[in-house]
């Protein structure tokens, strides 16, 4: 059987990950298995624990990279998230392309631990800062002072998008989620 790939999926916050994501997950041809992070934040309204994280107390995070249970893991605006190493590669041993959806200095971990032509990188991109600006405040489900740190750190990780294959920008959400399956398919 065929190994699965490695898909990373990274981006500022409020860029439209989640949305994409979902997109991608519904066409069953992509044979994508999601790897569903650890986090040390809170859920946010809806969210569901083990669908979209695993949330668990900096107790348990702490003991889960002491264990070397993590593929990589990284602080982001006061939260730490981390990628379970277990499934990811039995899945791609089972044929499954996994996705990972992760931070810039996660992706700068993985790439130093992987054979990068092994791993399909992809920044997804906003039109502008303004726009992004507007959907981080849309979608309503941080304070103030959280989006504004969040933005902040979005200018470091455009910064940063060099270090990805592959860059889709999500001006309109059914041209990225093409562009983004195209990049799998062409793989
Ligand atoms: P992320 O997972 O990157 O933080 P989300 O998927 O939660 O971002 O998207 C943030 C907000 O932007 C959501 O309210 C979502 O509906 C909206 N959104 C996503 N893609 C687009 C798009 N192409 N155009 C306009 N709004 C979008
Ligand atoms: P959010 O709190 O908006 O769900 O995620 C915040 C940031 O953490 C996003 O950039 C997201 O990609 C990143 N993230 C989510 N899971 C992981 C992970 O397992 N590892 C790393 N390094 N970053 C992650």
């Known amino acids: 059987m065929k190994r699965g790939l490695l898909i990373i999926m990274s981006g500022p916050s409020g860029v439209g990950k989640g949305t994409i994501r979902e997109k991608l997950m519904e066409d069953k041809s992509l044979n994508l298995f999601y790897s ?6 809170n859920p946010r309204p809806g969210e569901v624990n083990g669908r979209e994280y695993y949330f668990v107390s900096k107790d348990e995070f702490q003991k889960n990279i002491d264990n070397g249970n993590l593929l990589e ?18 899945m791609r041993d089972e044929g499954k ?5 992760i931070d810039v200095n ?7 631990k992987l054979d990068r032509n092994d791993v399909i990188s992809v920044f997804i991109a906003p039109p502008s800062l303004e726009e992004l600006e507007k959907r ?14 969040r933005l902040a750190q979005a200018s470091r990780e455009l910064s940063q ?3 990805y294959r592959f860059v889709v920008i999500n ?6 989620v093409e562009d983004f399956k ?4 062409s793989n």
């Open 136 to 149: 981080i405040r849309g979608r309503s489900t941080e304070t103030d002072e959280v989006i504004k740190n």
């Open 182 to 185: 195209k990049i799998i398919t």
């Open 73 to 90: 893991w990284a602080e982001f605006v006061g939260n730490r998230y981390g990628t379970p190493k277990d499934k990811v590669e039995k």
């Open 106 to 112: 996660g992706t700068s971990q993985v790439l130093s």
């Open 36 to 41: 569903v992070s650890m986090t040390t934040r």
């Open 171 to 176: 001006d309109k959400l059914e041209d990225a």
């Open 97 to 101: 392309n996994v996705l990972l959806e």
């Open 161 to 163: 998008k060099d270090q």
